[in-house]
């Protein structure tokens, strides 16, 4: 489809899901085509974010639920990634994931793996190809995921993958270079 096409069809589904939310009295953050709506506002705030993944963390991120339950609905790797990533900037009492497979706990899945684990999830997710490749060095994405998940009590790489954005040093080559 084209861009408007969608953009109208987001704008649509947005308002249709709002109306639903609100006649159920339910608190609600929806995000799409640059637009955030939520409950917690009376007013529609924009984004420049046009990925809507990035523009769910950052509506989070901002948002003060602390005791609040917050389910996510999506069915991408990306956000699953950046939900864990961004886990301790996000104030609630608990975080799920619902994609078309059930719920996940983010919460869970972050305090099995830990705070540097979780963050480094994301680096290692770009490292590997994003959503982009269906392999990377000849191997699949669910060869690297297990590999890593092997390898998340080496810091060194863990350390290597959370200073990646920041340096490109020798170490970090050498650190990532062995996990390949």
């Not at 308002?15 to 799409?32: F, W």
């Not at 003060?64 to 886990?87: P, Q, R, S, T």
Request: glycine share 6%.
């Amino acid at each position: 489809g084209t861009i408007p096409t969608k953009r109208s069809l987001t704008t649509l589904l947005m308002t249709e899901a709002e109306q639903n939310l609100k006649e159920r009295n339910v608190a609600y953050v929806i995000v799409g085509s640059g637009t955030i709506i939520s409950s917690y506002s009376p007013e529609r705030d924009t984004t420049n974010h046009t990925e809507g993944e990035t523009a769910i963390i950052m509506a989070l991120s901002l948002l003060d639920i602390e005791e609040k339950h917050v389910v996510v609905f999506g069915n991408d790797v990306e956000l699953f990634v950046l939900l864990l990533a961004h886990y301790q900037n996000i104030n609630c009492a608990a975080l799920y994931m619902k994609s078309l497979s059930g719920y996940t706990s983010i919460s869970e899945v972050y305090n099995f793996l830990g705070p540097d684990v979780s963050s480094a999830l994301l680096p290692f997710h770009a490292f590997t190809g994003c959503d982009i490749s269906g392999k990377f060095s000849g191997r699949s994405k669910s060869f690297w995921t297990k590999k890593f998940l092997s390898e998340r009590g080496n810091d060194d790489f863990i350390q290597a993958l959370l200073s990646l954005h920041e340096s490109q040093s020798a170490d970090i080559f050498n650190s990532l270079s062995s996990f390949v």
